[in-house]
């Protein structure tokens, strides 16, 4: 196998790799792909779901329930209407999650110790506590 064999199969394995790593939703006639890390969290309105970026957000038509498993375990389910994405949580308290755009969402009492604990956990696991 030759030198421009090798880099090309390797790029095509890595862009492989990345599409894992993304959500493709659609709307209307369009498919936007959004990459896991870029979603801050996803909110239930009026039986749409709202995936919420820094900047803008992109609703759809979807069920949280059928979306969640596809996540990648830096996603939470907080309240029956929302799913936080653990890379952009800044702090919590008893009822509510903030996140890197200083948006608050509702964290439910039911979940709120399993919250906590898999946050930890997720802390843990990157290495920022000790």
């Not at 939703?25 to 969290?41: A, D, K, W």
């Not at 375990?73 to 200083?102: A, M, P």
Request: proline share 4%.
């Amino acid at each position: 196998m030759n030198k421009l064999e090798a880099v090309l199969l390797q790029l095509c394995s890595s862009l492989k790799d990345e599409y894992k790593h993304a959500i493709a939703i659609r709307q209307g006639t369009s498919v936007i792909r959004v990459p896991f890390e870029q979603i801050l969290y996803l909110e239930v309105i009026n039986r749409k779901i709202y995936l919420h970026k820094k900047e803008e957000s992109f609703p759809f038509y979807g069920k949280l329930d059928e979306l969640e498993p596809a996540l990648p375990d830096t996603f939470f389910r907080c309240h029956r209407s929302y799913i936080v994405n653990f890379d952009h949580v800044q702090h919590y308290k008893k009822e509510e999650i903030w996140l890197d755009n200083e948006h608050a969402v509702p964290l439910s009492r039911r979940r709120y110790q399993a919250f906590g604990l898999a946050f930890m956990y997720y802390l843990k696991k990157r290495g920022d506590v000790f």
